[in-house]
């Protein structure tokens, strides 16, 4: 048995109700999430199957998962691309004059074509001579977060949720977002400073999809929790073990080495459609 969160804002009438479960034989309402937004179907074929029946309906988000609980207990989440709808890097190098060098080696990293240590040193070394100063100017003048990832962030801790933030970008970046949408740990890389100006190296061990993964597992064993309760979601092929291993992984606006192995995506929603999935209607949400 599987059981699909199907999410059209503001358009999830009696109408288009009736027009989603003639896509399946058997299927049938379980509850609605929130009229109008999000309703909960229920089907005995497999999360696979359910879920192909759904996605490509245009306009229309679909989380499959198992019947049981839904809330979950801890959210790890990628930066750049995810929470915020920027790759840092490459708007840092716009600042060197070398975006367009950068940004190509960041598409083929997260498309899984590089490896992605290799690429981060390549990336970084375009960036030597770069003044710090210019870290401060791209936050404040180019870095935005991802729709409803604040009120997806901040809901799930106000409800006794971990949130966590891993990056395979920069802590000068990632410590600043993760304070403006709510996330209570953060882990990413350091850039090498000298004499105010980038060295164009990075400084200590490289937070990588292993490390990203082992982040998870460190903050799941801490919680004392199962794979279960764990809500995971990136973008790109860096965020796949991350994403695999969680009881509810998301590829959002996803590379197709992502897709791949996700539970499902979220390609027309914001990131706080993710709260319905688990649930929760927006009148218990935090809206920030």
């Known amino acids: 048995m599987a059981i699909a969160t199907l999410i059209a804002a503001g358009r999830l009438d009696e109408r288009f109700l009736a027009a989603a479960l003639t896509r399946i034989d058997g299927v049938r309402l379980a509850r609605w999430v929130e009229p109008g937004n999000a309703a909960d179907l229920e089907t005995n074929l497999g999360q696979g199957e359910m879920r192909a029946a759904y996605e490509g309906w245009e306009g229309v988000d679909v989380i499959v998962h198992p019947p049981g609980p839904r809330e979950k207990k801890l959210l790890v989440a990628d930066m750049d691309s995810t929470m915020i709808g920027q790759e840092c890097i490459d708007e840092l190098a716009d600042y060197a004059g070398v975006k367009p060098q950068v940004a190509a080696i960041t598409e083929r990293a997260m498309r899984g074509e590089l490896d992605f240590i290799g690429a981060l040193h390549e990336r970084v070394a375009l960036l030597k001579g770069l003044k710090e100063n210019a870290i401060a100017h791209c936050l404040a003048e ?68 292993a490390q990203k993964l082992r982040a998870l597992e460190n903050a799941r064993d801490e919680l004392d929790i199962e794979n279960t309760d764990v809500l995971a979601i990136g973008d790109g092929a860096n965020d796949a073990p991350m994403v695999a291993a969680s009881g509810l992984g998301i590829a959002y606006r996803a590379k197709p080495a992502l897709i791949a192995v996700a539970d499902a995506r979220l390609d027309h929603h914001g990131l706080d459609a993710l709260l319905w999935a688990q649930g929760i209607p927006r009148a218990s949400w935090v809206v920030a």
């Open 142 to 209: 180019r870095v935005r977060p991802n729709p409803g990832a604040a009120t997806l962030v901040r809901t799930m801790a106000a409800r006794g949720a971990m949130t966590l933030l891993v990056s395979g970008g920069f802590t000068a970046f990632a410590g600043p977002v993760a304070e403006e949408i709510g996330f209570a740990q953060v882990e990413a890389n350091d850039l090498a400073v000298e004499d105010g100006h980038l060295t164009g190296k990075v400084a200590g061990p490289i937070v990588d999809s």
